[in-house]
């Protein structure tokens, strides 16, 4: 599958927080994904725009929330291709708009922006792919979250430049990090049984049950093991619930004192919708010994820093 040329994120290894938390902790980096704003969205929509471009599309109809990275990300790199999109937000418009900062850089690429309430957003894209092909365009029915082969292959990919990123012989115990729609979490999956067989992925729901979150998981890499060629494993994915609060969006005290932790000790840039429950859900498996000391533990920093910006709890000190 091609994807647009990229630079690779860097792969820090963490000399202050390894000795904090008493691992070797490394960081893959994707919140420094090369595109305004980073994260792991960019990462998945360099191969899902290349080949919806590929196969001769030339605009985007996507959903999302109001604080949507996917949508950011859509929007400009349709801008880039010189396609039309339009975004369907299932969130009521806002009184003010500049606090949502992934919007307000959409609007910037010239995105149509569309609110609707969460029960008509198929309706809402249907009517936005008739819209565009009545003006002659070939528009690409994108799912919210860039979730879709392309993106799962797209976090297969990232495993390897991990993997290429560590010295001969070097390797990772445990990875952890943040899932939503669970596409970044099954092509690290796929990646890693390729890349780092013995190492453990855990996924820290942002917000879905254990059931419905890893059934997604295990469609998505039944999907790209086919795209492969290969068979599935036996074994279900790790998809912890225990970090996701009152679920999407919602934060609790721990969590935004490791926000604070991490950014004070560290200078680590953590959100709290996404990155932030990954991260805290790392130091409580240290804490709780499910993590060994002196362990090799990759923590994907999948980006969130708009959503950071946008959240009200972590105003003033
Ligand atoms: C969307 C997103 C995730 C979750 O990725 P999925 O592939 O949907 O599981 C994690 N972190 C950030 C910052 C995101 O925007």
């Known amino acids: 599958m091609e994807h647009f040329p990229f630079f690779p994120t860097p792969l820090t290894r963490h000399a202050v927080l390894s000795a904090l938390l008493g691992v070797t902790l490394?960081?893959?980096?994707d919140d420094w994904f090369a595109y305004p704003g980073g994260g792991s969205k960019a990462r998945k929509a360099r191969y899902i725009f290349w080949a919806a471009r590929e196969r001769g599309h030339d605009a985007v109809v996507t959903?999302?929330?109001?604080?949507?990275?996917?949508?950011?990300?859509?929007a400009l790199m349709a801008a880039e291709l010189g396609w039309k999109s339009i975004l369907i937000v299932h969130a009521e418009k806002p009184a003010q708009e500049h606090?949502?900062?992934?919007?307000k850089l959409a609007r910037l690429a010239g995105a149509q922006v569309r609110f609707v309430p969460m029960t008509g957003v198929a309706a809402a894209m249907d009517q936005a792919m008739a819209d565009l092909q009545a003006q002659g365009r070939r528009p690409y029915y994108l799912w919210g979250g860039g979730h879709c082969l392309e993106g799962t292959y797209a976090y297969y990919g990232a495993v390897k430049e991990v993997r290429q990123q560590l010295a001969d012989g070097e390797t990772v115990d445990e990875i952890i990090v943040a899932s939503?729609?669970?596409t970044t979490q099954a092509g690290i999956e796929v990646g890693c049984r390729e890349c780092f067989p013995g190492?453990?992925?855990r996924g820290i729901s942002i917000a879905r049950d254990e059931e419905r979150g890893r059934g997604v998981i295990e469609t998505s890499m039944r999907e790209l093991y086919g795209y492969l060629r290969q068979d599935p494993p036996p074994q279900a994915p790790v998809f912890d619930v225990r970090f996701r609060g009152g679920g999407y969006e919602a934060v609790y005290p721990e969590l935004l004192e490791t926000i604070r932790w991490a950014a004070r000790r560290a200078g680590l840039i953590l959100d709290p919708t996404y990155t932030g429950k990954a991260f805290h859900a790392l130091r409580r498996y240290i804490a709780e010994g499910a993590i060994a000391r002196g362990a090799a533990v990759l923590f994907w920093h999948t980006g969130g820093i708009l959503n950071l910006l946008a959240s009200r709890e972590l105003e003033g000190i």
């Not at 490394?26 to 980096?29: L, M, R, T």
């Not at 606090?99 to 919007?103: M, W």
Request: aromatic residues 4%.
């Open 199 to 201: 190492a453990r992925v």
């Open 26 to 29: 490394f960081i893959k980096q």
């Open 180 to 182: 939503g729609t669970g």
């Open 99 to 103: 606090a949502a900062g992934n919007l």
């Open 63 to 74: 959903a999302g929330g109001l604080h949507s990275n996917h949508l950011r990300v859509s």
